[in-house]
T-cell receptor
Framework: NAGVTQTPKFQVLKTGQSMTLQCAQD?????MYWYRQDPGMGLRLIYY???????DKGEVPNGYNVSRLNKREFSLRLESAAPSQTSVYFC????????????FGAGTRLSVL | RKEVEQDPGPFNVPEGATVAFNCTYS??????FFWYRQDCRKEPKLLMS???SGNEDGRFTAQLNRASQYISLLIRDSKLSDSATYLC???????????FGKGTKLSVIP
């Protein structure tokens, strides 16, 4: 019963490098989300995908791109990493708004030097 | 003013104590309310939704006051395993976005 799986768990990048954070869910959920969590801040929404084939910006989308590859997978790409993107990134999924429960992955800890 | 405000704590309480957390939200159009729990270096997990009439789940009681835009969480008979950060979360009607507070850290001491 995997739920929401994120890879990698840890990553260190140099400024300017690119990488893609992967997220997959096995609960047949429609909606998927990417958040970042920084010390002293609440979780902030980067992008979300309400359903397969759609993506929308959240509160802090600058510097990121996303792809909803299929219903299961939602990836987050950093094209040119900056130290300000050092954070813990969480992916989440949700069946539908009526259920009103988001399930989170274990997170990816990213450091940009 | 931040959208969701919580006392960051930490709250250090002995086992068996009762502890209450408070949260205020600024958007009067908020429609859904939750408490999530986050253990150290782990992901957030839904603890309970908060309903207008108030609701209870075992030792946990949540209250909502829409007029004052205030949410509370009461934990009775605290256990060591309750040690975590408690996140107050709100959502607007029909909105996909959850707005999180910064969290209140609880440490239950033997």
């Amino acid at each position: 019963n995997a739920g929401v799986t994120q890879t990698p768990k840890f990553q260190v990048l140099k400024t300017g490098q690119s990488m893609t954070l992967q997220c997959a869910q096995d609960m047949n959920h429609n909606s998927m989300y990417w958040y970042r969590q920084d010390p002293g801040m609440g979780l902030r929404l980067i992008y979300y995908s309400a359903s397969e084939g759609t993506t929308d910006k959240g509160e802090v989308p600058n510097g990121y791109n996303v792809s909803r590859l299929n219903k299961r997978e939602f990836s987050l790409r950093l094209e040119s990493a900056a130290p300000s993107q050092t954070s813990v990134y969480f992916c989440a999924s949700e069946d539908n708004l009526a259920k009103n429960i988001q399930y989170f992955g274990a997170g990816t800890r990213l450091s940009v030097l | 003013r931040k959208e969701v405000e919580q006392d960051p704590g930490p709250f250090n309480v002995p086992e068996g104590a009762t502890v209450a957390f408070n949260c205020t939200y600024s958007n009067s159009a908020s429609q859904s309310f939750f408490w999530y729990r986050q253990d150290c270096r782990k992901e957030p997990k839904l603890l309970m939704s908060v309903y207008s009439s108030g609701n209870e789940d075992g030792r946990f009681t949540a209250q909502l006051n829409r007029a004052s835009q205030y949410i509370s969480l009461l934990i009775r008979d605290s256990k060591l395993s309750d040690s975590a950060t408690y996140l107050c979360v709100v959502r607007g009607a029909g909105s996909y976005q959850l707005t999180f507070g910064k969290g209140t850290k609880l440490s239950v001491i033997p």
